[in-house]
């Protein structure tokens, strides 16, 4: 878990102010800041003229030194509602393997606890957690959110996978050896839940109480509602839905180095690990390091992404948190990655 040296360093929590595990501190947006054009820049993104090239935008929210320094609600929506996260979930498993990490009980350079491979001729024994938070496993898996026959995440999710997740996943074959390719997949997702279930020794009710009790409640979220499937796995790939402001939670506490309000939550140098690069093809126009995107809002940034635009982009040079909900399709959640890159330019002001 050790730090690259070309990772920006992470900042502390500013001199006086609160932790936000009960209420979080509000503050103006700093004098550098151009207010002008983020002022510009929300009025477009709830705006109707937004809906044909973005989207809608239920729910925007800007952290920076801890504080909430930006909030708006989509006509429809309140900073009470829970948004869906898709794909953000990814990295929330990825926070939960951490906890399991600190506490011994997994290690994620051996090879995954996974049933289906243990094989003595079964080359997928070797995959270990690593290659797998790296979506570097080489199984086969079509993610495609348009279903033409081909999708294997709606099977997993909506069709005859969705009992059991982690083992619908751990089925497909491989098509390369583990660790030499890069293939996005929510299938790779799920079976690194169920190693962190198999590893707690607990699923469903009694997981879900682990994720409240070492990571949520800690931190103070008290709105997220994850998901499960039949076997009581969590379907880390794509359900918890939470407000706006406990997305933001989340994102501060990778801010800070897994450690809130003096407690380690994640081990050391684990979010590190997160947002160290895994290599790539070159056609893939965003980074990608442990379950967390790498470079949207500039070189140091990295986010956590969720189908129809839902995101939690941390920037650490800025020191600041942006975390954005709605439902952008295809082409419109590209426009809100750019979007969210302008947004992030009028802190850099």
Request: charged share 20%; aromatic share 10%.
């Amino acid at each position: 878990m050790s730090s690259s040296p070309a990772l920006v360093p992470l900042p502390s929590q500013p001199e006086g102010v609160a932790w936000p595990t009960e209420r979080w501190p509000e503050g103006p947006l700093g004098a550098g800041v151009d207010s002008g054009e983020l002022r510009r820049l929300l009025d477009l993104a709830f705006s109707e003229a937004a809906l044909a090239s973005m989207g809608e935008t239920h729910a925007f929210l800007a952290v920076q030194g801890g504080r909430i320094v930006a909030e708006q609600y989509g006509q429809d929506n309140l900073a009470t509602d829970t948004y869906p996260s898709w794909s953000e979930a990814k990295s929330m498993t990825h926070a939960l393997v951490g906890i399991l990490v600190r506490e011994g009980k997994i290690d994620v350079q051996a090879p995954a606890d996974v049933p289906e491979w243990q094989g003595a001729d079964d080359p997928r024994r070797r995959i270990t957690l690593d290659q797998l938070l790296r979506m570097s496993s080489g199984l086969k898996f079509a993610e495609d959110y348009v279903d033409a026959g081909v999708s294997d995440v709606i099977e997993m999710l909506f069709g005859s996978g969705k009992d059991d997740v982690g083992g619908f996943a751990a089925g497909f074959p491989l098509v390369h050896e583990p660790g030499s390719a890069w293939s996005y997949a929510s299938g790779t997702t799920n079976i690194v839940a169920r190693c962190a279930a198999r590893a707690l020794g607990e699923s469903g009710d009694a997981f879900r109480a682990f994720m409240f009790q070492e990571l949520f409640g800690p931190i103070g979220m008290k709105s997220p509602l994850p998901k499960f499937d039949a076997q009581g796995t969590f379907i880390g790939s794509s359900f918890c839905y939470c407000t706006a402001r406990d997305f933001a939670r989340f994102g501060l506490l990778y801010m800070r180095e897994g450690v809130w309000d003096g407690r380690r939550i994640l081990p050391e140098g684990w979010v590190d690990y997160a947002r160290t690069p895994t290599p790539t093809p070159p056609t893939e126009p965003l980074g990608d390091g442990a379950h967390w995107w790498l470079g949207m809002c500039g070189p140091d940034s990295f986010s956590a992404n969720g189908y129809q635009g839902q995101y939690t982009v941390l920037i650490p040079s800025l020191d600041l948190i942006l975390v954005r909900h709605g439902n952008s399709l295809d082409e419109k959640g590209d426009e809100v990655r750019r979007w969210l890159a302008r947004v992030a330019d009028c802190f850099r002001a």
